[in-house]
Protein backbone atom coordinates (compact mmCIF):
# COMPACT_ATOMS: atom_id res chain seq x y z
CA UNK A 1 0.00 0.00 0.00
CA UNK A 2 1.40 3.50 -0.84
CA UNK A 3 2.30 5.87 1.88
CA UNK A 4 0.82 8.77 2.28
CA UNK A 5 2.90 11.98 3.08
CA UNK A 6 0.95 14.89 5.12
CA UNK A 7 1.81 18.55 5.19
CA UNK A 8 0.71 22.07 5.49
CA UNK A 9 0.73 24.55 2.51
CA UNK A 10 -0.26 28.50 3.17
CA UNK A 11 -2.67 29.95 0.91
CA UNK A 12 -0.94 32.89 0.62
CA UNK A 13 3.00 32.48 -0.70
CA UNK A 14 3.00 28.73 -0.74
CA UNK A 15 4.92 27.73 2.35
CA UNK A 16 4.99 24.16 3.28
CA UNK A 17 5.32 22.92 7.25
CA UNK A 18 4.72 19.67 8.62
CA UNK A 19 2.78 21.37 11.33
CA UNK A 20 -0.12 23.64 10.90
CA UNK A 21 0.55 26.99 11.86
CA UNK A 22 -1.43 29.89 12.98
CA UNK A 23 0.44 32.73 11.36
CA UNK A 24 2.77 31.79 8.00
CA UNK A 25 6.61 32.39 8.89
CA UNK A 26 7.74 33.44 5.40
CA UNK A 27 5.12 35.93 4.67
CA UNK A 28 3.03 36.69 8.05
CA UNK A 29 -0.86 35.66 6.70
CA UNK A 30 -2.86 34.52 9.54
CA UNK A 31 -4.97 31.25 8.91
CA UNK A 32 -3.82 30.42 5.63
CA UNK A 33 -2.79 26.74 6.20
CA UNK A 34 -4.53 23.92 4.25
CA UNK A 35 -3.62 20.16 4.46
CA UNK A 36 -2.68 18.42 1.78
CA UNK A 37 -1.94 14.92 1.32
CA UNK A 38 0.46 13.59 -1.55
CA UNK A 39 1.12 9.85 -2.51
CA UNK A 40 4.52 8.92 -3.26
CA UNK A 41 3.35 6.80 -6.15
CA UNK A 42 2.19 9.56 -7.36
CA UNK A 43 5.45 11.21 -7.06
CA UNK A 44 7.40 8.60 -8.87
CA UNK A 45 4.82 8.25 -11.88
CA UNK A 46 5.72 12.06 -11.76
CA UNK A 47 9.80 11.92 -12.40
CA UNK A 48 8.83 8.89 -14.85
CA UNK A 49 6.93 11.35 -17.36
CA UNK A 50 9.33 11.14 -20.50
CA UNK A 51 10.49 14.80 -20.93
CA UNK A 52 11.57 17.03 -24.03
CA UNK A 53 14.88 16.76 -25.28
CA UNK A 54 16.78 20.37 -24.86
CA UNK A 55 20.33 20.97 -24.99
CA UNK A 56 22.14 24.45 -24.33
CA UNK A 57 23.15 26.84 -27.14
CA UNK A 58 25.30 29.50 -27.46
CA UNK A 59 23.61 33.05 -26.53
CA UNK A 60 24.76 34.30 -30.21
CA UNK A 61 23.71 31.36 -31.92
CA UNK A 62 19.85 32.34 -30.16
CA UNK A 63 17.53 33.54 -32.52
CA UNK A 64 15.86 37.13 -30.56
CA UNK A 65 14.19 38.84 -33.39
CA UNK A 66 11.05 36.41 -31.88
CA UNK A 67 11.03 38.59 -29.11
CA UNK A 68 9.38 41.84 -31.11
CA UNK A 69 7.36 44.66 -29.73
CA UNK A 70 3.62 44.73 -30.85
CA UNK A 71 2.16 48.32 -30.57
CA UNK A 72 -1.27 48.36 -28.94
CA UNK A 73 -1.86 51.77 -30.31
CA UNK A 74 -2.90 53.08 -26.92
CA UNK A 75 0.31 55.14 -26.07
CA UNK A 76 -0.31 55.39 -22.41
CA UNK A 77 -0.23 51.72 -22.62
CA UNK A 78 2.87 51.12 -24.72
CA UNK A 79 5.02 53.54 -22.70
CA UNK A 80 4.00 51.86 -19.45
CA UNK A 81 4.92 48.18 -21.27
CA UNK A 82 8.36 49.85 -22.06
CA UNK A 83 7.31 50.48 -25.88
CA UNK A 84 4.84 47.74 -26.44
CA UNK A 85 3.52 44.28 -26.17
CA UNK A 86 6.55 41.64 -26.40
CA UNK A 87 5.91 38.38 -28.20
CA UNK A 88 5.33 35.67 -25.99
CA UNK A 89 5.23 37.29 -23.02
CA UNK A 90 2.95 37.02 -19.59
CA UNK A 91 1.21 39.97 -18.24
CA UNK A 92 -0.73 39.86 -15.14
CA UNK A 93 -3.44 43.15 -14.84
CA UNK A 94 -4.83 43.46 -11.56
CA UNK A 95 -6.85 46.42 -10.34
CA UNK A 96 -10.19 46.56 -7.63
CA UNK A 97 -13.37 46.12 -8.64
CA UNK A 98 -15.21 47.77 -11.30
CA UNK A 99 -11.73 50.10 -11.88
CA UNK A 100 -12.30 49.69 -15.82
CA UNK A 101 -9.52 46.34 -16.27
CA UNK A 102 -11.71 44.50 -18.65
CA UNK A 103 -13.24 46.97 -20.59
CA UNK A 104 -9.13 48.34 -20.93
CA UNK A 105 -8.37 45.00 -21.87
CA UNK A 106 -11.01 44.45 -24.23
CA UNK A 107 -10.11 47.92 -25.92
CA UNK A 108 -6.52 46.31 -26.79
CA UNK A 109 -7.67 43.52 -27.76
CA UNK A 110 -10.01 44.62 -30.60
CA UNK A 111 -6.96 47.31 -31.85
CA UNK A 112 -4.89 44.06 -31.96
CA UNK A 113 -7.16 42.06 -33.94
CA UNK A 114 -7.40 45.13 -36.51
CA UNK A 115 -3.63 45.29 -36.52
CA UNK A 116 -2.04 42.16 -36.19
CA UNK A 117 -4.97 39.26 -36.82
CA UNK A 118 -6.97 36.93 -34.42
CA UNK A 119 -7.53 37.21 -30.59
CA UNK A 120 -9.22 35.26 -28.07
CA UNK A 121 -10.50 36.96 -25.40
CA UNK A 122 -11.45 33.61 -22.77
CA UNK A 123 -13.83 35.01 -19.82
CA UNK A 124 -15.06 33.07 -16.76
CA UNK A 125 -16.53 35.55 -15.48
CA UNK A 126 -19.27 36.93 -18.14
CA UNK A 127 -20.83 35.40 -21.13
CA UNK A 128 -20.06 35.68 -24.38
CA UNK A 129 -23.23 38.29 -24.88
CA UNK A 130 -23.06 40.04 -21.91
CA UNK A 131 -19.05 40.88 -23.54
CA UNK A 132 -20.39 41.72 -26.63
CA UNK A 133 -23.05 43.99 -24.79
CA UNK A 134 -19.85 45.58 -23.57
CA UNK A 135 -17.94 45.36 -27.27
CA UNK A 136 -21.26 47.26 -28.85
CA UNK A 137 -20.70 50.04 -26.16
CA UNK A 138 -17.09 50.53 -26.61
CA UNK A 139 -17.15 50.36 -30.52
CA UNK A 140 -15.13 46.86 -30.18
CA UNK A 141 -16.62 44.48 -32.60
CA UNK A 142 -14.40 42.77 -34.89
CA UNK A 143 -14.52 39.73 -36.94
CA UNK A 144 -10.77 38.73 -35.86
CA UNK A 145 -11.90 39.40 -32.13
CA UNK A 146 -12.93 35.71 -30.63
CA UNK A 147 -15.08 35.59 -27.40
CA UNK A 148 -14.65 32.33 -25.93
CA UNK A 149 -16.38 31.55 -22.55
CA UNK A 150 -15.02 28.61 -20.96
CA UNK A 151 -13.12 28.12 -17.09
CA UNK A 152 -11.80 24.72 -18.11
CA UNK A 153 -8.11 25.69 -18.91
CA UNK A 154 -7.61 22.07 -20.78
CA UNK A 155 -10.13 23.03 -23.15
CA UNK A 156 -8.00 26.50 -24.03
CA UNK A 157 -4.91 24.26 -24.95
CA UNK A 158 -6.81 21.86 -27.17
CA UNK A 159 -8.32 24.96 -28.99
CA UNK A 160 -5.07 26.74 -29.21
CA UNK A 161 -2.88 23.29 -29.94
CA UNK A 162 -5.11 23.73 -33.36
CA UNK A 163 -5.02 27.50 -33.96
CA UNK A 164 -1.84 29.04 -33.01
CA UNK A 165 -2.41 31.71 -35.49
CA UNK A 166 -3.82 33.85 -32.36
CA UNK A 167 -2.12 37.56 -32.23
CA UNK A 168 -3.27 37.37 -28.56
CA UNK A 169 -4.95 35.90 -25.73
CA UNK A 170 -6.64 37.48 -22.56
CA UNK A 171 -7.55 34.95 -20.01
CA UNK A 172 -10.27 36.88 -17.48
CA UNK A 173 -9.73 36.37 -14.49
CA UNK A 174 -6.83 33.99 -13.85
CA UNK A 175 -8.48 32.89 -10.56
CA UNK A 176 -11.81 31.61 -12.07
CA UNK A 177 -9.75 29.18 -14.54
CA UNK A 178 -8.98 26.11 -13.41
CA UNK A 179 -7.61 22.08 -14.55
CA UNK A 180 -10.53 19.52 -13.81
CA UNK A 181 -7.52 16.94 -12.99
CA UNK A 182 -6.63 18.74 -9.64
CA UNK A 183 -8.37 17.92 -6.48
CA UNK A 184 -9.09 21.62 -5.71
CA UNK A 185 -11.82 24.54 -6.44
CA UNK A 186 -10.67 27.22 -8.89
CA UNK A 187 -9.02 30.15 -7.22
CA UNK A 188 -7.21 27.63 -4.81
CA UNK A 189 -3.48 28.16 -4.48
CA UNK A 190 -2.60 24.55 -6.48
CA UNK A 191 -5.26 25.52 -9.27
CA UNK A 192 -3.47 29.34 -10.26
CA UNK A 193 -0.18 27.92 -9.39
CA UNK A 194 -0.75 25.20 -11.75
CA UNK A 195 -2.32 26.94 -14.31
CA UNK A 196 -0.18 30.06 -14.59
CA UNK A 197 2.76 27.47 -14.99
CA UNK A 198 1.02 26.07 -18.17
CA UNK A 199 -0.49 29.39 -19.78
CA UNK A 200 3.76 30.43 -19.30
CA UNK A 201 5.01 27.44 -21.49
CA UNK A 202 1.92 27.94 -23.68
CA UNK A 203 3.35 31.96 -24.43
CA UNK A 204 6.58 30.88 -24.75
CA UNK A 205 6.72 27.96 -26.92
CA UNK A 206 3.87 29.72 -29.19
CA UNK A 207 4.99 33.00 -29.13
CA UNK A 208 1.79 34.59 -28.16
CA UNK A 209 1.59 37.39 -25.66
CA UNK A 210 -1.36 36.47 -23.14
CA UNK A 211 -2.97 39.05 -20.63
CA UNK A 212 -4.03 37.81 -17.14
CA UNK A 213 -6.92 39.91 -15.37
CA UNK A 214 -6.20 39.29 -11.59
CA UNK A 215 -8.62 40.52 -8.56
CA UNK A 216 -6.95 42.28 -5.39
CA UNK A 217 -7.80 42.13 -1.78
CA UNK A 218 -9.11 44.71 0.11
CA UNK A 219 -5.80 45.97 1.40
CA UNK A 220 -5.11 46.50 -2.47
CA UNK A 221 -2.49 43.71 -3.43
CA UNK A 222 -3.26 40.83 -5.92
CA UNK A 223 -4.98 38.32 -4.98
CA UNK A 224 -3.55 34.43 -4.43
CA UNK A 225 -0.20 33.39 -3.70
CA UNK A 226 2.84 35.48 -4.67
CA UNK A 227 4.29 32.96 -6.92
CA UNK A 228 2.08 34.26 -9.28
CA UNK A 229 3.40 37.82 -9.20
CA UNK A 230 6.95 35.80 -9.87
CA UNK A 231 5.89 33.29 -12.88
CA UNK A 232 4.81 36.19 -14.95
CA UNK A 233 6.96 39.37 -17.23
CA UNK A 234 4.86 41.77 -16.59
CA UNK A 235 2.61 42.88 -13.63
CA UNK A 236 0.30 45.74 -14.11
CA UNK A 237 -1.60 47.92 -11.27
CA UNK A 238 -4.65 49.66 -12.34
CA UNK A 239 -5.48 52.12 -9.57
CA UNK A 240 -7.57 54.93 -9.00
CA UNK A 241 -10.97 56.26 -7.38
CA UNK A 242 -14.73 54.89 -8.49
CA UNK A 243 -15.49 58.71 -7.70
CA UNK A 244 -13.14 60.09 -10.26
CA UNK A 245 -12.61 59.97 -13.88
CA UNK A 246 -8.93 59.24 -13.84
CA UNK A 247 -7.14 55.82 -13.69
CA UNK A 248 -3.19 55.23 -13.50
CA UNK A 249 -1.56 52.20 -14.82
CA UNK A 250 1.79 51.56 -12.96
CA UNK A 251 4.41 48.87 -13.54
CA UNK A 252 5.08 46.75 -10.65
CA UNK A 253 7.20 44.40 -12.54
CA UNK A 254 8.04 44.81 -15.83
CA UNK A 255 11.39 42.42 -17.48
CA UNK A 256 11.21 43.92 -20.51
CA UNK A 257 11.32 47.90 -19.27
CA UNK A 258 11.28 50.45 -16.59
CA UNK A 259 8.70 49.78 -13.58
CA UNK A 260 9.05 53.83 -13.21
CA UNK A 261 6.55 54.66 -16.00
CA UNK A 262 2.61 55.78 -15.20
CA UNK A 263 0.10 55.76 -17.76
CA UNK A 264 -3.04 57.85 -17.07
CA UNK A 265 -6.20 57.52 -18.66
CA UNK A 266 -9.70 58.98 -18.59
CA UNK A 267 -13.08 56.54 -18.00
CA UNK A 268 -16.03 57.60 -20.41
CA UNK A 269 -19.08 55.95 -21.40
CA UNK A 270 -17.79 55.07 -24.42
CA UNK A 271 -14.56 53.09 -22.86
CA UNK A 272 -11.12 54.66 -21.39
CA UNK A 273 -9.30 56.67 -22.99
CA UNK A 274 -5.89 57.45 -22.61
CA UNK A 275 -5.16 61.50 -21.61
CA UNK A 276 -1.79 62.82 -23.52
CA UNK A 277 -1.45 66.24 -21.28
CA UNK A 278 -2.43 65.20 -18.07
CA UNK A 279 -0.90 68.11 -16.04
CA UNK A 280 -3.88 70.07 -17.41
CA UNK A 281 -6.36 67.87 -16.17
CA UNK A 282 -4.84 67.25 -13.12
CA UNK A 283 -4.90 71.60 -12.20
CA UNK A 284 -7.74 72.94 -14.64
CA UNK A 285 -9.99 73.16 -11.51
CA UNK A 286 -7.94 74.91 -8.89
CA UNK A 287 -9.53 77.55 -6.98
CA UNK A 288 -8.01 81.08 -7.27
CA UNK A 289 -6.48 83.06 -4.36
CA UNK A 290 -7.25 80.10 -1.80
CA UNK A 291 -4.96 78.99 0.81
CA UNK A 292 -3.46 75.70 1.43
CA UNK A 293 -3.28 75.28 -2.00
CA UNK A 294 0.14 74.74 -4.44
CA UNK A 295 1.16 73.47 -7.76
CA UNK A 296 4.16 71.04 -7.70
CA UNK A 297 5.74 69.15 -10.90
CA UNK A 298 6.64 65.59 -9.95
CA UNK A 299 8.33 62.50 -11.62
CA UNK A 300 6.59 59.91 -12.74
CA UNK A 301 8.99 57.66 -15.13
CA UNK A 302 10.15 59.62 -17.72
CA UNK A 303 7.32 62.12 -17.79
CA UNK A 304 6.54 65.04 -15.84
CA UNK A 305 3.09 65.39 -13.80
CA UNK A 306 1.70 69.05 -12.11
CA UNK A 307 -0.20 67.93 -9.38
CA UNK A 308 -2.33 70.09 -6.87
CA UNK A 309 -1.33 69.63 -3.01
CA UNK A 310 -4.30 70.64 -0.57
CA UNK A 311 -3.82 71.56 2.99
CA UNK A 312 -6.63 72.15 5.69
CA UNK A 313 -4.68 72.99 9.10
CA UNK A 314 -8.00 73.46 12.08
CA UNK A 315 -7.95 73.55 15.39
CA UNK A 316 -8.03 69.83 16.60
CA UNK A 317 -11.52 68.80 17.42
CA UNK A 318 -10.54 65.95 19.92
CA UNK A 319 -7.64 65.77 22.29
CA UNK A 320 -5.45 64.10 20.47
CA UNK A 321 -4.79 66.18 16.86
CA UNK A 322 -5.71 63.99 13.64
CA UNK A 323 -3.96 63.54 10.40
CA UNK A 324 -5.40 62.70 7.67
CA UNK A 325 -3.64 62.64 3.82
CA UNK A 326 -4.86 61.23 0.76
CA UNK A 327 -2.52 60.64 -2.30
CA UNK A 328 0.22 61.25 0.33
CA UNK A 329 2.12 59.47 2.54
CA UNK A 330 0.84 59.46 6.26
CA UNK A 331 4.29 59.01 8.09
CA UNK A 332 5.94 61.67 5.93
CA UNK A 333 3.26 64.23 6.73
CA UNK A 334 3.96 63.56 10.36
CA UNK A 335 7.54 63.23 9.91
CA UNK A 336 7.49 67.32 7.65
CA UNK A 337 5.19 68.75 10.85
CA UNK A 338 7.84 67.44 13.05
CA UNK A 339 10.64 69.57 10.80
CA UNK A 340 8.49 72.79 10.66
CA UNK A 341 8.03 72.61 14.49
CA UNK A 342 11.28 72.11 14.95
CA UNK A 343 12.99 74.62 12.48
CA UNK A 344 10.34 77.35 12.66
CA UNK A 345 9.22 77.24 15.86
CA UNK A 346 5.25 76.30 14.47
CA UNK A 347 3.88 74.34 17.28
CA UNK A 348 0.73 72.03 14.98
CA UNK A 349 -0.17 70.10 18.59
CA UNK A 350 -3.68 71.37 18.85
CA UNK A 351 -3.98 71.50 14.71
CA UNK A 352 -5.50 69.01 13.09
CA UNK A 353 -3.86 68.62 9.50
CA UNK A 354 -5.80 67.45 6.67
CA UNK A 355 -3.91 66.77 2.86
CA UNK A 356 -5.06 65.93 -0.38
CA UNK A 357 -3.71 65.48 -3.92
CA UNK A 358 -6.24 66.34 -6.21
CA UNK A 359 -7.52 63.91 -9.25
CA UNK A 360 -7.09 60.56 -7.09
CA UNK A 361 -2.95 60.38 -7.61
CA UNK A 362 -0.43 58.96 -5.13
CA UNK A 363 2.74 60.11 -5.10
CA UNK A 364 5.67 58.62 -3.08
CA UNK A 365 9.05 61.15 -4.73
CA UNK A 366 10.74 63.27 -1.90
CA UNK A 367 10.73 65.64 -4.57
CA UNK A 368 6.76 66.18 -3.08
CA UNK A 369 8.34 67.73 0.89
CA UNK A 370 8.52 71.74 -0.42
CA UNK A 371 4.78 71.39 -1.38
CA UNK A 372 3.53 69.62 1.51
CA UNK A 373 5.65 72.71 3.68
CA UNK A 374 4.45 75.27 1.47
CA UNK A 375 0.62 74.49 1.80
CA UNK A 376 0.82 73.67 5.46
CA UNK A 377 2.12 76.64 6.30
CA UNK A 378 -0.16 78.74 3.73
CA UNK A 379 -3.15 77.38 5.23
CA UNK A 380 -1.71 77.15 9.04
CA UNK A 381 -1.46 81.47 8.59
CA UNK A 382 -4.35 81.82 6.40
CA UNK A 383 -2.69 83.53 3.15
CA UNK A 384 -2.70 82.64 -0.20
CA UNK A 385 0.05 81.53 -2.40
CA UNK A 386 0.32 82.93 -5.85
CA UNK A 387 -1.37 80.84 -8.68
CA UNK A 388 1.34 81.21 -11.18
CA UNK A 389 4.08 80.02 -8.55
CA UNK A 390 4.96 76.47 -8.07
CA UNK A 391 7.82 74.51 -5.68
CA UNK A 392 9.78 71.53 -5.82
CA UNK A 393 12.23 69.71 -3.42
CA UNK A 394 13.28 66.96 -0.76
CA UNK A 395 13.29 68.63 3.00
CA UNK A 396 16.08 66.66 5.66
CA UNK A 397 15.47 66.56 9.24
CA UNK A 398 17.87 69.51 9.57
CA UNK A 399 15.64 71.55 7.42
CA UNK A 400 17.53 71.87 4.51
CA UNK A 401 16.09 71.75 1.18
CA UNK A 402 17.77 68.99 -0.81
CA UNK A 403 18.18 68.74 -5.25
CA UNK A 404 15.75 66.22 -6.83
CA UNK A 405 17.08 65.05 -10.75
CA UNK A 406 15.38 66.19 -13.76
CA UNK A 407 15.18 70.24 -12.51
CA UNK A 408 15.40 71.19 -16.40
CA UNK A 409 12.56 68.90 -17.20
CA UNK A 410 10.12 69.93 -13.98
CA UNK A 411 10.68 73.83 -15.27
CA UNK A 412 9.98 73.17 -18.68
CA UNK A 413 6.55 71.39 -17.58
CA UNK A 414 5.91 74.59 -15.40
CA UNK A 415 6.48 76.98 -18.64
CA UNK A 416 4.44 74.60 -20.96
CA UNK A 417 1.15 75.65 -18.64
CA UNK A 418 2.11 79.47 -17.63
CA UNK A 419 3.67 79.31 -14.79
CA UNK A 420 5.86 82.53 -14.14
CA UNK A 421 7.58 81.69 -10.60
CA UNK A 422 9.08 78.22 -9.07
CA UNK A 423 10.83 77.87 -6.16
CA UNK A 424 14.04 74.91 -6.05
CA UNK A 425 16.47 74.11 -4.26
CA UNK A 426 19.62 76.24 -4.80
CA UNK A 427 22.04 72.91 -5.44
CA UNK A 428 19.91 72.91 -8.67
CA UNK A 429 20.29 76.59 -9.93
CA UNK A 430 23.67 75.43 -11.16
CA UNK A 431 21.93 72.97 -13.95
CA UNK A 432 19.45 76.29 -15.03
CA UNK A 433 20.19 78.66 -17.40
CA UNK A 434 18.62 82.22 -17.06
CA UNK A 435 15.33 82.66 -18.38
CA UNK A 436 13.17 85.63 -18.95
CA UNK A 437 9.83 83.89 -19.06
CA UNK A 438 10.13 82.30 -15.68
CA UNK A 439 11.56 83.32 -12.22
CA UNK A 440 13.61 80.85 -10.66
CA UNK A 441 14.33 80.90 -6.77
CA UNK A 442 16.80 78.97 -5.06
CA UNK A 443 16.69 78.00 -1.25
CA UNK A 444 18.73 76.51 0.62
CA UNK A 445 16.76 75.57 4.24
CA UNK A 446 12.62 75.92 4.95
CA UNK A 447 13.08 79.32 6.42
CA UNK A 448 14.50 80.64 3.49
CA UNK A 449 11.95 78.94 1.65
CA UNK A 450 8.79 79.89 3.64
CA UNK A 451 9.91 84.22 3.49
CA UNK A 452 10.29 83.63 -0.17
CA UNK A 453 6.94 81.86 -1.34
CA UNK A 454 4.84 83.90 1.10
CA UNK A 455 6.24 86.96 -0.04
CA UNK A 456 4.86 86.45 -4.08
CA UNK A 457 1.90 85.98 -3.36
Not at 261 to 273: H, L, P
Request: contains cysteine; aromatic residues 6%; proline residues 3%.
Amino acid sequence: MAKEKRFYICQECGYKTVNWMGKCSSCGAWNSFKEKIESKDKNKAKKNILREEKSPQPITKINSAVKQRLQTNIEELDRVLGGGVVSGSLILLGGAPGIGKSTLILQVASLFSQKYGKTLYMSGEESAQQIKMRAERLNCLNENLNIFDERDYLTLEDHISEHKDYSLIVVDSIQTVHIPELDASPGNLTQIKEVTNRLLKLAKTTSIPIILIGHVTKEGELAGPRVLEHLVDTVLQFEGDNYHMYRMLRAKKNRYGSTNEIGVFEMKENGIKEVSNPSSFFINERPADVSGSIITPILEGSRVLLVELQALVTDAAFSSPQRLTKGVDHKRLSLLLAVLEKRLGVNFKDQDVNMNITGGINVEEPGLDLAIAAAVISSYRNIAINNKSAVIGEIGLAGEVRAVSQIKKRVNELKKLGFKHCVIPAGNLKSLNFDPEIKIDGVKNIAEFIKIILKNK
